[in-house]
Nanobody, 127 residues
């Protein structure tokens, strides 16, 4: 059973918007950083956006800067990814991930550092 619960995703036309949400299954889950990674068919998993729970520091992939915004809710131990001006190349399975405090001081948004993963949700951008 995944310790991260995702919601959102779906099919949208180019230029449209979607929202992804991710919440720890238990509020007490040790989360230092939370974010999203995505994987398109035939491609490697890539980082999209991450946020540090304590101070809200964010990191974005160049391809989504200015279009996506990540935010967090400290009390609920959750994060939201607002995706605007979606493009066909954004089509992928999006995975929520989180790392614990043992990774404090490490670079942000590194797949190999994630301790928890969500089940993945499909985002499709097509006319």
């Amino acid at each position: 059973q995944s310790q991260l619960v995702e919601s959102g995703g779906g099919l949208v036309q180019p230029g449209g918007s979607l929202r992804l949400s991710c919440a720890a299954s238990e509020v007490s889950l040790d989360v230092y950083e939370m974010g999203w990674f995505r994987q398109a068919p035939g491609k490697e998993r890539e980082a999209v956006a991450c946020i540090r729970r304590r101070d809200g520091t964010t990191d974005y992939a160049d391809s989504v800067k200015g279009r996506f915004k990540i935010s967090r809710n400290i009390a609920l131990n959750s994060a939201t990814l607002e995706m605007n001006d979606l493009k066909p190349e954004d089509t992928a399975v999006y995975f929520c991930a989180a790392e614990g405090r043992r990774h404090m001081g490490q670079p942000m948004c590194r797949a190999e550092l994630q301790d928890y993963w969500g089940q993945g949700t499909q985002v499709s951008v097509s006319s």
